[in-house]
């Protein structure tokens, strides 16, 4: 038995980087997986390298700045699978900008994922979950949210309001007796193509360079946290910042 067997998970951002090996994971710890992503394309190859593999996994387009997107998956979950026990909400893009470069549309477009699409994730399914009798949100932050970092301003706005969102949903779900659990997660820097942009834009040679004190994390570092917050293994941990980078934000 797996894990999370019998489980249903959506996972967004699923077709690259973190979300990508969340969606590995938990399809190999036995759960039913939704990947999604607004790239089709990369979305449905993910989708399919996982069933190669023995996983169960269904690509669906989402775009998680659209509520419309958001109320179309969770009805098609409803309807093809009748639950839902697993959201994680991991999509996300990095710019690196200063306050001074960052402008208007910019940080409208870095909040509207990273931070509206999380609020509209949580609100959308929350019903689904709630019907479900087992619901854990796993929420995407950052070290950003912890730290001040000049170089990734929006982002960190974004990944702030998640921090706080999620403790928020918590405390809501647990003071009203709904059986859905929120968590947040604060990765340091993770070798993904996020990683390889952001040293490209920083002009890093090497992209090692973007964390040179603790080094760079693995994919599967953050997959086994969401694992983990997945499972019941975890149903007592509720409202939870889970740092996972190495000590790097307490030093
Ligand atoms: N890699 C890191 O170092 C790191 C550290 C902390 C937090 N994070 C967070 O983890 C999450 C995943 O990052 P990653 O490193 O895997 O990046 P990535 O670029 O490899 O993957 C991001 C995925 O999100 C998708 N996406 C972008 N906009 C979308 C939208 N509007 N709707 C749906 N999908 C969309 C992309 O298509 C892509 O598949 C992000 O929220 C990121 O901020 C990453």
């Known amino acids: 038995m797996g894990r999370v ?41 993910a ?101 001040g970092y000049p170089v990734f301003f929006a982002y960190s706005a974004a990944k702030g309001a998640v921090r706080s969102l999620t403790k928020a949903l918590a405390v809501h779900c647990q003071m009203h007796g709904y059986p859905v659990r929120a968590n947040s997660l604060h990765p340091g820097a993770i070798d993904t193509p996020m990683i390889d942009q952001t040293a490209a834009e920083l002009g890093l040679a090497d992209k090692a360079e973007v964390s040179p004190v603790v080094g760079l994390g693995k994919p599967e570092d953050v997959a086994n946290a969401v694992l983990f917050l997945a499972s019941d293994e975890s149903r007592f941990i509720n409202g939870v910042e889970l740092l996972i980078d190495n000590a790097l934000s307490i030093q």
């Open 5 to 45: 067997a019998g489980k249903v998970a959506l996972v967004t951002g699923g077709a690259s980087g973190l979300g990508r090996a969340d969606c590995e994971l938990l399809a190999r710890e036995g759960a039913s997986v939704i990947l999604t992503d607004i790239d089709a394309a990369a979305g449905e190859a």
């Open 47 to 147: 989708a399919e390298a996982i069933r190669a593999s023995g996983g169960e996994v269904e690509f669906r387009r989402l775009d998680v700045t659209s509520p419309e997107d958001w109320q179309a998956a969770v009805d098609y979950v409803r309807e093809r699978h009748g639950r839902l026990n697993v959201l994680v909400n991991n999509a996300g893009i990095a710019k690196s900008e200063t306050i001074e470069q960052c402008t208007l549309e910019s940080y409208r477009r870095q909040n509207a994922i990273m931070n509206e699409g999380v609020f509209l994730g949580c609100k959308t399914a929350l019903p689904l979950l709630k019907d479900s009798g087992n619901g854990s949100i796993i929420n995407m932050s950052s070290i950003a949210s912890h730290m």
